[in-house]
DNA sequence: CGAAGATCGTTGGATATCCTACGATCCATA
DNA sequence: TATGGATCGTAGGATATCCAACGATCTTCG
C-alpha cells in the first residue's frame, strides 16, 4: 500500500483471473457525448482529486500487472527495502493501510519467497520484514513500472508544473492529516 | 461517490456497528518521529496522488458524516439533481463507479424517501432516477459540507494555485482515462 | 416479423480495506 | 516483583467496489 484506496492498491494473486478486481474505468470528464452535467461537482478539487487517483491508479495497475504483482506491492516492497527490519505496523503507518490489512499481503509475500519475517530479537511480537533477493529483484521490476508511470504523469502535468503540483499536494496531505481527527 | 471510497460515518444509532469502517487515518508523511524512509515513493507523483486523495476523503467524510449520509451520497444526489430522469448505467457513468455498485446505494437512498426511480416509460429496462423533496433538502445540507471541505482545500492549495492545480488535476484526467484499455 | 446482439439493473463472487477484539508480550509503576 | 496498561500481529465482521452472469427488454437486420 503505498498507493491509497485504489490508486495504487496491491492485487492479490489473481493467477486465476487477471481481471483487477478493483481497477475501475471511470470515463467520466471525457465529455464524449456523455452529456452529463456534474453541476458542483464540476468545480470541486475533491472530486477531481478522487478521480485523477482513481485513473493513476488503473494505469499503473495496468503496467504492474505485467509483472504478477499489484499496485500496492510496490510501495510494500519499497518501504521494506528501505526500511530492512521494521514491523508490520511501522511499515502500515509509512504506507497507509491498517497494520491488519497488511497481514494478507505480507504473507503472500512471504509465501512467493519475496520477504522474510523474523521475529524481532528485543520484541518477541513484532516481526522484523526484509526483503530476499528474489524481493530485491520484484522490486526493480517494479521500479521500472512505476518510474514509466510516473513518466506518463509527469507528461501530463508538464515538467513546468510538476515540483509546484507535488508540493501543492504534499500540503494538502500535510494539513489534511493534522485535522485528523 | 464523488469521493473516494469509503468514508462512512457513523451514524447515529448504529446499534449493530457503529465505526465508520471506511476511513482510514493515514498519518503518513507527517514525520513526527517516524523516521520511516519512502525511498523512491518519496517523489513520485502517483503516491502523493493517493495520500492526498485519501487524506480529502476522510476529511469530508467527517463533515457529511454529521448528516447521516456519506461522501458517496453527495455526487450521487448532485448528479441526479443536476440530471433528473437519467438511468443508474448513466448515473455510474458520471459519478465513476459500476452501475452493480450503485444498486444498494440508490435501494437505500430510495428507501430513505430521497429519489424515486420510476420506470422510463421510453425504456423499459431502466428507471429515471429523481430526487424528492427531502432529497433536495439533503443535498442542500451536503452541499454545504462539500462547500466548507473544498474551502478547506482551497486554503491549503492557495487561492493563487488553484486554477492551475484543478487544471493539473484535469489534464491527468483526461489523459489517463484516454489511455484506458 | 423474427432472431441475434446490445443494454438495463440485479445478483453473486472476489478483493481491499477499515475497525474491534483477542492472545501474547512488553513496559511502567507501585 | 507483581499488576495493569500499552502494543504487536491475527482473526472476525462489515462496507465498498469491481467484474461476470443473468433475465428482461430494446434494437438491428435479414
Same mark, same amino acid.
Given at each position: 500500500m503505498a498507493q491509497p484506496s485504489r =490508486?495504487?492498491?496491491?492485487?492479490?494473486?489473481?493467477?486465476?483471473?487477471a481481471r483487477s478486481s478493483q481497477a475501475p474505468a471511470l470515463r467520466v470528464l471525457s465529455g464524449g457525448q456523455g452529456r452529463i452535467r456534474l453541476g458542483?461537482?464540476?468545480d470541486t478539487l475533491g472530486f477531481h482529486l478522487r478521480l485523477a487517483q482513481e485513473?493513476? #491508479? %488503473?494505469? #499503473? =495497475?495496468?503496467?504492474?500487472g505485467t509483472s504478477g504483482l499489484k499496485p500496492g506491492h510496490f510501495a510494500t516492497? %519499497? %518501504?521494506?527495502?528501505?526500511?530492512?527490519g521494521?514491523?508490520?505496523?511501522?511499515?502500515g503507518? =509509512? %504506507?497507509?493501510?491498517d497494520k491488519s490489512t497488511?497481514?494478507?499481503r505480507l504473507t503472500e509475500l512471504e509465501q512467493r519467497g519475496l520477504i522474510r519475517r523474523d521475529r524481532a530479537a528485543t520484541d518477541r511480537r513484532s516481526y522484523a520484514l526484509t526483503?530476499?533477493?528474489?524481493?530485491?529483484?520484484?522490486? =526493480?521490476a517494479l521500479a521500472a513500472h512505476a518510474a514509466a508511470h510516473d513518466a506518463d504523469l509527469d507528461r501530463l502535468v508538464g515538467a513546468e508544473n510538476r515540483a509546484a503540483f507535488l508540493d501543492t499536494l504534499r500540503r494538502l496531505i500535510a494539513g489534511l492529516e493534522s485535522d485528523d481527527r
Amino acid at each position: 500500500m503505498a498507493q491509497p484506496s485504489r =490508486a495504487n492498491p496491491p492485487r492479490a494473486t489473481n493467477q486465476t483471473k487477471a481481471r483487477s478486481s478493483q481497477a475501475p474505468a471511470l470515463r467520466v470528464l471525457s465529455g464524449g457525448q456523455g452529456r452529463i452535467r456534474l453541476g458542483l461537482l464540476n468545480d470541486t478539487l475533491g472530486f477531481h482529486l478522487r478521480l485523477a487517483q482513481e485513473a493513476s #491508479f %488503473v494505469a #499503473f =495497475a495496468r503496467r504492474s500487472g505485467t509483472s504478477g504483482l499489484k499496485p500496492g506491492h510496490f510501495a510494500t516492497l %519499497v %518501504v521494506i527495502h528501505e526500511n530492512p527490519g521494521l514491523s508490520q505496523t511501522a511499515l502500515g503507518a =509509512a %504506507v497507509g493501510r491498517d497494520k491488519s490489512t497488511l497481514t494478507p499481503r505480507l504473507t503472500e509475500l512471504e509465501q512467493r519467497g519475496l520477504i522474510r519475517r523474523d521475529r524481532a530479537a528485543t520484541d518477541r511480537r513484532s516481526y522484523a520484514l526484509t526483503l530476499t533477493p528474489a524481493g530485491e529483484g520484484a522490486l =526493480a521490476a517494479l521500479a521500472a513500472h512505476a518510474a514509466a508511470h510516473d513518466a506518463d504523469l509527469d507528461r501530463l502535468v508538464g515538467a513546468e508544473n510538476r515540483a509546484a503540483f507535488l508540493d501543492t499536494l504534499r500540503r494538502l496531505i500535510a494539513g489534511l492529516e493534522s485535522d485528523d481527527r
